[in-house]
């Protein structure tokens, strides 16, 4: 398999696919476009049908959504447990993913990933307010649920759900962001540690602190 992704201090989409190829620990090719070029626009268009990494080269198969590769592998490898076991605690890792694929706009707007400068705080909009209190509030449920089973993650062990919140947990850290004035008693913060914790992270991490 031959994974296309972008810079990585910034590519967040392309962080979520590698952390789980990490997790799976099984062999792949990367190959990286490098961001915010003259030429960006035409080499990942020359490698993608979207226009956009991430994607994913496996044989004649390529696959261009982050969530999607993710869902492949999950299948693909099944002995990874790549998703939780538990049907019910399945389908709620597979809902908090789905919920920040699709959502949380004007966070994302507001706080672009960037990994290598020093941290600042920034003044954010009441909308990226209400996104950070969504987030608080889905990952404390969540920590919460009976089922959860042992692991620091967010339905216990290490899921693809946890690779969709890794880049967010950058921008708390790059932004400033105090979790418990949104809410947080404590176990959110310590959930968004844990994921910068995992040595896969750090290993995407030290590739940034390369590509500067």
Not at 18 to 30: I, P, T, Y
Request: proline fraction near 6%.
């Amino acid at each position: 398999m031959e994974l296309i992704i972008g810079s990585k201090r910034w590519s967040s989409w392309s962080m979520r696919p590698w952390l789980v190829l990490k997790h799976a620990n099984v062999g792949f090719d990367e190959r990286l476009i490098p961001l915010r070029r003259h030429d960006t626009t035409p080499a990942v268009a020359a490698l993608s049908p979207s226009g956009l990494i991430p994607a994913l080269k496996d044989g004649d198969l390529l696959i261009w959504d982050s969530l999607a590769i993710c869902e492949y592998l999950a299948e693909k490898l099944p002995q990874a447990n790549l998703w939780p076991k538990d049907p019910a605690a399945r389908a709620l890792a597979r809902s908090a993913a789905s919920e920040m694929h699709s959502g949380f706009a004007s966070l994302r707007g507001e706080c672009p990933m960037e990994l290598v400068d020093e941290p600042h705080d920034a003044q954010l909009s009441e909308a990226t307010h209400d996104n950070i209190r969504r987030i608080v509030k889905l990952c404390a449920d969540l920590l919460g649920r009976p089922e959860r089973v042992g692991g620091a993650f967010l339905l216990g062990e290490w899921s693809i759900a946890d690779a969709f919140y890794t880049p967010v947990a950058t921008r708390f850290v790059s932004y400033g962001v105090k979790l418990s004035d949104f809410g947080d008693r404590g176990e959110v913060g310590a959930y968004m540690e844990a994921l910068l914790e995992t040595p896969a992270y750090l290993a995407w991490l030290e590739g940034a602190k390369a590509e500067a």
